[in-house]
């Protein structure tokens, strides 16, 4: 039986590698009264700036962020012996609730488009060669304390209307992702990763 893991899930978290099993966190406390997928078996309320991802080690075969990474600081300072990677820390926490050959799927602004900036709550800029630093060959944020390893399985840029359900695009909708394409109005970039753990 599969699970998966959506961050920043709202009560409706999103299932991409539709996983018998989902659960969601969100910084905000969901009211159980409005989860109506039965294949939902838990919401947990958590600040994953601040706290580790509430489940157990290798636990999940996917993780999704869609719309959350952006949301989350790069570099947070309380005082000068005191600087913390907020960001690094959260990708370690992905690799950790991941078993080996986990995915992790995330959609986010990419930088310089407008979409990265617009949202006063957006602080961290993800750019198309930022997940160099998560995967093979680099691990450049290994230096910052990145102790995962993540492998490609795709990097794109798209725009966000054609992601989430790709599957259920008609011949029109079809048609307009690739007019979008080439006229290079992806606002968003997408990583596909692939946990590696041996």
Same mark, same amino acid.
């Given at each position: 039986?599969? !699970?998966?893991?959506?961050?920043?899930?709202?009560?409706?978290?999103?299932?991409?590698?539709? !996983?018998?099993?989902?659960?969601? $966190?969100?910084?905000?406390?969901?009211?159980?009264?409005?989860?109506?997928? *039965?294949?939902?078996?838990?919401?947990?309320?958590?600040?994953?700036?601040? #706290?580790?991802?509430?489940?157990?080690?290798?636990?999940?075969?996917?993780?999704?962020?869609?719309?959350?990474?952006? +949301?989350?600081?790069? *570099?947070?300072?309380?005082?000068?012996?005191?600087?913390? @990677? !907020?960001?690094? #820390?959260?990708?370690? #926490?992905? @690799?950790? *609730?991941?078993? +080996?050959?986990?995915?992790? @799927?995330?959609?986010?602004?990419?930088?310089?488009?407008?979409?990265?900036? *617009?949202?006063?709550? +957006?602080?961290?800029?993800?750019?198309?060669?930022?997940?160099? @630093?998560?995967?093979?060959?680099?691990?450049?944020?290994?230096?910052?304390?990145?102790?995962? =390893?993540?492998? $490609?399985? =795709?990097?794109?840029?798209?725009?966000?209307?054609?992601?989430? #359900?790709?599957?259920? %695009?008609?011949?029109?909708?079809?048609?307009?992702?690739?007019?979008?394409?080439?006229?290079? /109005?992806?606002? +968003? $970039? %997408?990583?596909? /990763?692939?946990?590696?753990?041996?």
């Amino acid at each position: 039986m599969s !699970a998966h893991l959506d961050l920043g899930s709202g009560y409706k978290p999103k299932n991409t590698y539709t !996983a018998n099993h989902l659960y969601g $966190i969100d910084i905000e406390k969901i009211d159980k009264s409005k989860i109506k997928d *039965v294949s939902i078996v838990e919401i947990k309320q958590s600040n994953l700036t601040f #706290e580790k991802i509430p489940f157990k080690t290798n636990f999940f075969d996917s993780v999704s962020a869609y719309d959350f990474l952006e +949301h989350i600081p790069r *570099v947070i300072n309380s005082n000068q012996s005191n600087t913390r @990677y !907020a960001f690094i #820390e959260l990708m370690n #926490e992905i @690799y950790r *609730v991941l078993k +080996h050959g986990g995915k992790f @799927y995330a959609v986010t602004p990419v930088y310089p488009h407008p979409s990265s900036f *617009v949202d006063p709550t +957006h602080v961290n800029f993800i750019t198309d060669k930022t997940h160099h @630093y998560f995967t093979e060959p680099s691990l450049g944020a290994s230096m910052y304390g990145f102790n995962g =390893r993540f492998k $490609i399985i =795709r990097i794109k840029k798209i725009r966000p209307k054609y992601l989430y #359900e790709p599957h259920r %695009l008609n011949f029109k909708q079809k048609l307009r992702k690739l007019n979008d394409k080439l006229k290079g /109005l992806e606002s +968003h $970039i %997408l990583w596909e /990763l692939e946990a590696i753990k041996v």
